[in-house]
């Protein structure tokens, strides 16, 4: 999986672990990446990788190729969220959000082709921002959206391989996200009270459970599907 240092990623290899799966993960941060190592184990191979760099992913395919041979489950989830009015952005900013919420994980896809099993389970982790229209969300919502649509039309091209391509949708997720944006403890309770009908935010197992279902054989007939997980954020 892409981005499986922290937050959801981890916490979706801590999952797949105790489900008895090979894992794999990438990131950038060494401190992050580090940190995994020492929470997952030595068994899981950590590749330091942009999720940005398409000239860059087909190392990561070779890598999990030379350790694994071949690929039951890929999930999608590194990403970037950056929010600021429209006036605020320029071509370069846009361009680094798309690079690494669309282009890198579609090369990283095409990549992998090779070495998927038949059958094997593809699940992109998008966003409810793709819907809901919120402010100062624009260059996000548009790389999730996109992203979004894989689900759907690579889920038709690539079926007869054996791959299925599914999609979840979070909203707001206990992570280390919400801080780097700048976000207070106070901030997140006053959102979810006010923006969550459930009133809290979810947690990353939840996120995680829905993501090791879908890659299971009791999903089989589950394709190009999008699981949506906000509390009810999405309904109001």
Known sequence: MTGGTSGIGLETARQFLAEGARVAITGTNPETMDRARKELGDGVLIIRADAGDVAGQTPVAEAVAKAFGKLDILFVNAGVAEFKPLEQWDEAGLDRSISINVKGPFFLIQALLPIFSNPASVVLNTSINAHIGAPNSSVYALSKGALLTLAKTLSGELISRGIRVNAVSPGPIATPLYGELGMTE??????????????????????????????????????????????????L
């Open 186 to 235: 106070s901030d997140t309770q006053a959102m979810a009270e006010t923006k969550v009908p459930v009133g809290r935010f979810g947690q990353p197992s939840e996120v995680a459970k829905t993501i090791v279902f879908l890659a299971s054989d009791e999903a089989a007939y589950i394709i190009g599907s999008e699981f949506t997980i906000d509390g009810g954020m999405s309904t």
